[in-house]
């Protein structure tokens, strides 16, 4: 089956819960693309609705708080149109550049790489943030659907942070590449949804760092992450990490160019450091 004029050969994964008030924007913003699949979680507003209205398919998903989540059981079990799949959230954005550098990523003849990594912008307090150590943002988001599932993570009991693949990264069996353009993510309109994600957030850390000395790091991985793994779990030794996460980055990471939003941006991370350490603390009290 051909895909229709002018639309690219390839597959779109939309996971999704109650994104009546993002859904819209990001369905119009890959519409360029022949498949679009929304996995939802038993949505209680308009998000099927609206899904279905823009002729995107819409597949039901239910959690048993078991492994696999919500991407990986897409990848496995939707039948998909294309060997391509671009994943994206429903408050993220695809853009005219990343367009037309995914259209010509699957037009090079083959052999091609196994998956490609997209930049994404982070907008906060009406603006985009453009150092913090949150830009560049590379996201492994596409690639060919049978050579990638998002790793196993550690089983650390219940942390509500949902059954959707949050800090999980993508293991690719072969080379990646990195596309030109950029990925708009609007996660945070406002200060209080930052808080609310990241206090869930730190629920998943705590346990996380609780449960380290215990685990065995993930494989699969790129270079780059494996090492900010690896420091990060150094990191969880030092004292006054609240202090030092906002001193990484806002300083090292130079946040203080990002202005007003910058310093808000960098002492938030700074609380959610303190949260996650605190939490720890909490949950080692207790066991």
Avoid at 23 to 39: H, W
Avoid at 206 to 232: E, F, I
Wanted: aromatic share 14%; charged share 25%.
């Amino acid at each position: 089956m051909t895909p229709m004029p002018d639309r690219a050969p390839i597959s779109v994964l939309i996971p999704v819960k109650n994104e009546a008030g993002n859904l819209q924007a990001c369905l119009d913003s890959v519409a360029f693309c022949d498949e679009i699949v929304v996995v939802d979680s038993g949505s209680t507003d308009q998000t099927r609705q609206i899904a279905e209205k823009a002729g995107a398919k819409v597949v039901d998903f239910h959690w048993n708080g078991e492994f696999p989540k919500k991407k990986n059981w897409a990848l496995a079990h939707v039948t998909w149109k294309h060997e391509w799949v671009f994943i994206i959230d429903a408050d993220e954005r695809s853009t005219p550049a990343l367009e037309a550098a995914l259209r010509a990523a699957v037009a090079e003849p083959n052999p091609l790489p196994a998956g490609y990594y997209v930049n994404r912008r982070f907008w906060f307090l009406d603006g985009w943030l453009n150092h913090c150590g949150y830009f560049p943002s590379w996201n492994l988001r596409f690639f060919r659907h049978r050579a990638g599932r998002y790793e196993r993570g550690p089983v650390i009991g219940e942390t509500n942070s949902g059954d959707n693949e949050v800090h999980e990264h993508v293991q690719l069996e072969g080379t990646a590449g990195y596309l030109a353009g950029e990925m708009e993510h609007y996660a945070f309109p406002d200060i209080a949804t930052w808080v609310e994600k990241h206090n869930r957030y730190s629920n998943w850390e705590a346990r996380l760092q609780v449960a380290g000395d215990d685990q065995t790091p993930a494989t699969g991985l790129d270079r780059t992450l494996a090492r900010k793994r690896w420091l990060r779990r150094l990191a969880w030794n030092l004292p006054f990490r609240g202090t030092l996460r906002f001193l990484y980055h806002y300083v090292w990471r130079a946040g203080f160019l990002d202005g007003y939003r910058g310093f808000v941006f960098c002492r938030l991370m700074g609380w959610y450091e303190f949260l996650n350490a605190s939490k720890a603390a909490e949950l080692r009290r207790k066991r």
